[in-house]
């Protein structure tokens, strides 16, 4: 999404998308993100409207971003400490995608879940 589109475009494309945040993308570089948080923030609470605000006028401009090789327990740290629940994966200053709260939760829950799995199977005199 282009930092000079509307806030409404980028509304109804989270909608479409059923996603809680957008990667502002100009000439192919990551400018900023635009979030929930900044439509209630920066356009509900200011009284701006979605068809004539920019994104560029709303957007978070600091984005904090990751490597793909980090694993998801920084990840969670980075969200939980910076209480942002969106990051984007970068590699080489090239976007590569983005990672969300619930993405990191539901591989988590998936890993226990076979830690779990192995040590009933451990316990139990199972082979693996």
Do not use: W
């Amino acid at each position: 999404m282009s930092s000079r589109q509307t806030v409404l475009a980028a509304l109804e494309l989270m909608a479409e998308k059923n996603i809680g945040a957008v990667l502002v993308v100009d000439a192919g570089k990551l400018t900023g993100i635009f979030s929930e948080r900044d439509y209630a923030r920066k356009v509900i609470l200011k009284g701006r409207h979605s068809n004539d605000t920019l994104i560029e006028d709303v957007m978070t401009r600091q984005v904090i971003t990751i490597e793909p090789q980090q694993r998801l327990e920084e990840c969670m740290v980075i969200m939980s400490e910076k209480h942002i629940r969106h990051l984007p994966v970068m590699e080489e200053g090239e976007l590569q995608g983005i990672i969300s709260i619930n993405d990191v939760v539901a591989a988590i829950i998936r890993d226990q879940k076979i830690r779990i799995e192995s040590l009933e199977s451990y316990i139990s005199g199972s082979p693996y």
